[in-house]
Structure formats: structure tokens, C-alpha cells
């Protein structure tokens, strides 16, 4: 489960990151490309994270990065409130990783979550 979200949300880093190298020459997009980076990037290090939390029982942990991984890519989005626009695919991926993390987060929410699995075969 924190494995899927995590991939997307690499995949989304790198659609930045190459957008970013190949196509941004407005110097407004190269800031918000960049930014960007730096939000995936501290997302992907929250994700990576929940899988220990969940081991050692560490709700309140396991909810706090949580909802900050889903905080990353909506301050992202936030970068764009204004012209010029994001590229369409990194919109939609963004849209994708957000709602799959939002799944993950409402899982984290439940004090303490459902035993559905063992934690241990969760890998990052």
C-alpha cells in the first residue's frame, strides 16, 4: 500500500524534474518547478517513513506524516494559482498522487488503525 504511493509519487518528482531540465525557460516556472521538487521530494521522504510507524505502533507519527505527504503536492499545485499554468500532465498526476495519498491518510486518521496486515510487508 505505502509502496504504490510512494512510486507515484517519485514518478511525479521525476515528470518535474524533467520538465524542469528540458522545457522550463520562463524563469517564474523554473522557481515553481523547483519548489515543486523540493515538496515531492520531502513527500516521498514522509512516505517512506509510515512504514516504521506503522511497526512500532506510532499512531500519532504515523498520522502526522501522513497528512504531511498529502500536504507536499497540494502546496505544489498552490505554486500555480496564478499564469503561467502547470503543464496538464503534471496537473493530473498531481491529482493522482493527492488522492491516492488521501487514501493513505484516512486509513493513518483511525487511532489506532484497522489490523488488516502485517506491517512488516510493507516496503518503501
Do not use: W
Request: glycine letters at 6%; aromatic letters at 8%; a negative charge.
Amino acid at each position: 500500500m505505502f509502496a504504490q504511493k510512494h512510486k507515484n509519487q517519485q514518478y511525479v518528482y521525476r515528470l518535474y524534474e524533467g520538465i524542469l531540465d528540458l522545457k522550463a525557460t520562463d524563469p517564474k516556472l523554473k522557481t515553481r518547478y523547483s519548489s515543486c521538487l523540493e515538496n515531492y521530494n520531502d513527500g516521498i521522504d514522509d512516505l517512506r517513513g509510515l512504514p516504521a510507524l506503522l511497526k512500532s505502533r506510532d499512531y500519532s507519527g504515523l498520522n502526522i506524516h501522513a497528512s504531511a505527504a498529502l500536504d507536499d503536492p497540494s502546496t505544489c499545485d498552490d505554486n500555480f494559482s496564478d499564469p503561467p499554468a502547470e503543464a496538464p500532465q503534471l496537473k493530473v498526476a498531481s491529482e493522482k498522487v493527492q488522492g491516492l495519498i488521501g487514501g493513505v491518510n484516512t486509513y493513518c486518521s483511525s487511532t489506532p488503525p484497522p489490523s488488516l496486515f502485517d506491517a512488516s510487508s510493507f516496503q518503501v
